[in-house]
């Protein structure tokens, strides 16, 4: 699992100054009508007494009224501003997977094959493996495993493969993290491509098994553009 350290976002300070204001101007307010009942000035009625409570207390209320709307509100902003960075912070390590910036692991198959394949046989594999769903696919050997992303290139010649500039030498392992049913029958389907490979090559051996847990690496090498850029909307 990717940890992303997110910042939390504080409220709004000038919402939060405004608010204690309003909140300290209504308590003064309130402490002075109280005060002003306590002792009341002389000649004052008892009806003016009832009418300055009565809007005290109306007072109070719409006061009370108010602090729960802002209270309202900032929890509203708060789970709004959670739920954004969650959903980008997604979306960030979807990409970067997706690219192969980040380790990722997971189920899926094995491929081991003992043989001396051309770089097209390879490719081939490595296409089937999509075509079935595969979301990420490394190659190797038991000394080296190498992310494959959408621009990776593998060429040489048979008994010889250059994987993104990096030399491999067989036995080679194809690993790749999907449904292990679905690949699985996909690679040993009847007609399929490894069936092809086996019958084409006696002398080789292909052992497909599935993996509870493949761990596939960054890829190595940095992705620039030279000339594409973010389109304008």
Same mark, same amino acid.
């Given at each position: 699992?990717?940890?992303?350290?997110?910042?939390? *976002? #504080?409220?709004?300070?000038?919402?939060?100054?405004?608010?204690?204001?309003?909140?300290?101007?209504?308590?003064?307010?309130?402490?002075?009508? +109280?005060?002003?009942? !306590?002792?009341?000035?002389?000649?004052?009625? @008892?009806? %003016?007494?009832?009418?300055?409570?009565?809007?005290?207390? %109306?007072?109070?209320?719409?006061?009370?009224?108010?602090?729960?709307?802002?209270?309202?509100?900032?929890?509203?902003?708060?789970?709004?501003?959670?739920?954004?960075?969650? @959903?980008?912070?997604?979306?960030?390590?979807?990409?970067?997977?997706?690219? =192969?910036?980040?380790?990722?692991? =997971?189920?899926?198959?094995?491929?081991?094959?003992?043989?001396?394949?051309?770089?097209?046989?390879?490719?081939?594999?490595?296409?089937?493996?999509?075509?079935?769903?595969? %979301?990420?696919?490394?190659?190797?050997?038991?000394?080296?495993?190498?992310?494959?992303?959408? +621009?990776?290139?593998?060429?040489?010649?048979?008994?010889?493969?250059?994987?993104?500039?990096?030399?491999? !030498?067989?036995?080679?392992?194809? *690993?790749?993290? =999907?449904?292990?049913?679905?690949?699985?029958?996909?690679? %040993? +389907?009847?007609?399929?491509?490894?069936?092809?490979? +086996?019958?084409? #090559?006696?002398?080789?051996?292909? @052992?497909?098994?599935?993996?509870?847990?493949? @761990?596939?690496?960054?890829?190595?090498?940095?992705?620039?553009?030279?000339?594409?850029?973010?389109?304008?909307?």
């Amino acid at each position: 699992m990717v940890k992303v350290a997110v910042r939390k *976002r #504080h409220p709004d300070p000038a919402r939060l100054s405004l608010f204690i204001v309003a909140f300290l101007v209504g308590f003064l307010v309130v402490t002075q009508l +109280r005060g002003q009942l !306590a002792s009341p000035a002389p000649g004052r009625s @008892t009806l %003016e007494d009832a009418r300055l409570l009565s809007d005290l207390i %109306e007072a109070n209320n719409r006061l009370r009224t108010e602090i729960a709307k802002a209270q309202q509100e900032l929890a509203a902003l708060r789970g709004n501003s959670s739920t954004d960075v969650d @959903t980008l912070v997604s979306e960030l390590n979807r990409l970067k997977a997706i690219n =192969g910036l980040l380790e990722v692991s =997971g189920p899926g198959v094995e491929v081991e094959l003992l043989g001396n394949p051309e770089p097209f046989e390879m490719v081939d594999l490595v296409n089937e493996l999509r075509n079935a769903g595969a %979301e990420a696919i490394a190659i190797g050997n038991p000394q080296t495993t190498l992310r494959l992303v959408y +621009r990776s290139s593998i060429g040489g010649g048979r008994g010889w493969l250059v994987v993104d500039g990096t030399l491999l !030498a067989g036995p080679y392992y194809l *690993r790749a993290i =999907g449904a292990p049913e679905t690949l699985l029958r996909t690679l %040993e +389907r009847r007609g399929g491509l490894i069936a092809l490979l +086996r019958y084409t #090559h006696p002398d080789w051996v292909i @052992t497909v098994r599935p993996a509870d847990r493949l @761990t596939l690496p960054v890829y190595p090498n940095q992705i620039t553009f030279k000339y594409a850029r973010a389109a304008d909307r």
